[in-house]
């Protein structure tokens, strides 16, 4: 790994720290930021801030650049910056110039996604004012659902894009304050969510003691045949329903007591979702809101959680980090079809829009800062692609099928050995 920054020994102008030589490649491990940053950098400043902070910065740099110009216009700026770019494998390759292909064929999508957020922020507004005002089932119901697309869409392909969900300076300047309240206030601490998903999540999928997602949920889930088994793992597809209405309510106390997230956000949570029902309403007032944040906890960590636990995912998952690709010629090209082998997709084009591309899986982790839409035009390609080779492509029909192998999984791994 490349040494922190304030430890590098003083680079000569447009030299690379691996060869002291400007432009080229060098191997991904020692692949190093600018020392002196990069102000005018178009993802923005939170993805170098967690480059900075990874434990391979290389792998970030390829999997947030994937699709991009790497051999035109961002090789002249590494290589004005004084760097090298990070080699690249030939299963990278092909899946770098598919991806662009993609991105320049359907432009359009873009639009389409752009809109989709505009109507959700309008909505989930207008359903939070209609809720706290007369709190019902059914508005119950639709605040859930829209919360749920918000974190979905805008929430996590926003953080995902380094804070530029539009890609149009005027609409991401004015929308970001509302964004951040809403972020602060229900969701996530965007630092921390940083860092147990960029850093951690996306470069370790499914690694124990890294991913902070379904490893992290042993001892009481036990998803692992690497994990020791107890006896009330024999029950866990039974009371695993029981563990979800509230995995969302949890963000905003975390976000105040571990991420260190403005209190003023957790008086805002309280007030909205409690003080005011409450106050105004009785005791209907909470029991709509606990419906809200319940059913949003069901499903959100639901559609999470089958795209890393497949059923017939298990034997890969047991492998050992070092044995778990089907692919070796480079890092890059091992680690994609790791994050490809541990990863699951359901559903089509209309679940990919409605849920911010969280049933294709497998194409957000090979390119996490693409527009939802376009996973699916990737996912039709990207298939043969890994089957050329040899990468397993895990994916189900719909969203039910998924959960059954889920839970099929859930049944697998409570069980005693034979």
Known sequence: MAPAADKRQPLLKGACPVSGEAGGTCPIDAFQLPQDGYKNHPGGQHHLKSAAESDCPGLLFLAYHIGYDLDGRIAGAVKALGIKLPEQGPFFKEVHEMVGRIKEEHKGQHAVFVAYCLVITVALLGSILWFVLAPSMINALVTSFLFEVYFLNIFHTRHHKGG??????????????????????????????RKNHHLAHHMHTNEENEDPDI?????????????QRYWFHTLQTLYWPLLLPFSVARFP????????????????????????PC????KAGLGYSLLVQG??????????AVSHSHVELVEHSEKTQESRTTTSETKVD???????????????????LLFGGINLQIEHHVAPGLDPPLLWYMARELKPICVKHGIRYTTEPTLLHALLKFHQRLWVMGQAEA
């Open 164 to 193: 530029k969900l539009y890609d149009i300076p005027c609409l991401d300047a004015a929308t970001d304050g509302l964004y951040t309240v809403i972020d602060q206030t229900w969701g996530y601490n965007p630092a921390g969510w």
């Open 215 to 227: 490893p992290a949920m042993y001892p009481l889930v036990r998803m692992f045949g690497r994990q």
């Open 253 to 276: 106390i975390q976000n105040a007591v571990q991420h260190g997230g403005s209190v003023a956000y957790l008086f805002l949570w309280l007030s909205v979702m409690f003080v005011l």
């Open 279 to 282: 106050s105004l309403h009785g």
């Open 295 to 304: 059913l949003t906890g069901v499903t959100l960590t639901s559609k999470f």
């Open 334 to 352: 091992a680690w994609l079809a790791n994050q490809i082998e541990e990863s699951c997709n359901w559903g089509g084009y209309w679940s990919t």
